[in-house]
């Protein structure tokens, strides 16, 4: 198997899809995470990034790092430390998933998402 298991930042998938609108599962073959992530209602994108690629939008001329510590409230040699989903989380909610993995061209709905990462759908969950 290339790829491992969805997860994130809480022990149950189903919290961190619905709750945080992240998951991340690390790919053997790309050798990078496979990250599910919300972009607005009902709307889902799907990208690969490396723990690299990750730490270096920190150093875009566009990138304003005091911000990010403020916004996290950590230090930035705390912040460095952090597991790759606790950054990617920040920085997808600090500057939004296009900063971070480009533009998207083809979103999934919230059953495609729930079925990808294989939690149990339930109509609801296209309202959050």
């Given at each position: 198997m290339c790829?491992?298991?969805w997860h994130g930042l809480d022990p149950e998938k189903e919290i961190c899809l619905l709750k945080y609108g992240l998951l991340v599962r690390w790919d053997r073959r790309s050798k990078s995470y496979q990250c599910l992530y919300k972009v607005s209602r009902n709307k889902w994108g799907v990208s690969n990034i490396t723990p690299n690629q990750l730490d270096n939008i920190l150093f875009e001329d566009w990138f304003e790092i005091e911000n990010l510590q403020k916004f996290t409230g950590t230090p930035l040699s705390v912040w460095i430390g952090l597991s790759f989903e606790k950054k990617l989380y920040n920085l997808i909610n600090f500057?939004?998933?296009i900063d971070v993995f480009g533009t998207i061209y083809n979103f999934s709905s919230t059953r495609?998402?729930?079925k990808l990462a294989r939690v149990d759908f339930s109509p609801e969950y296209s309202m959050i």
């Open positions: 790829i491992t298991n500057c939004g998933p495609e998402a729930c």
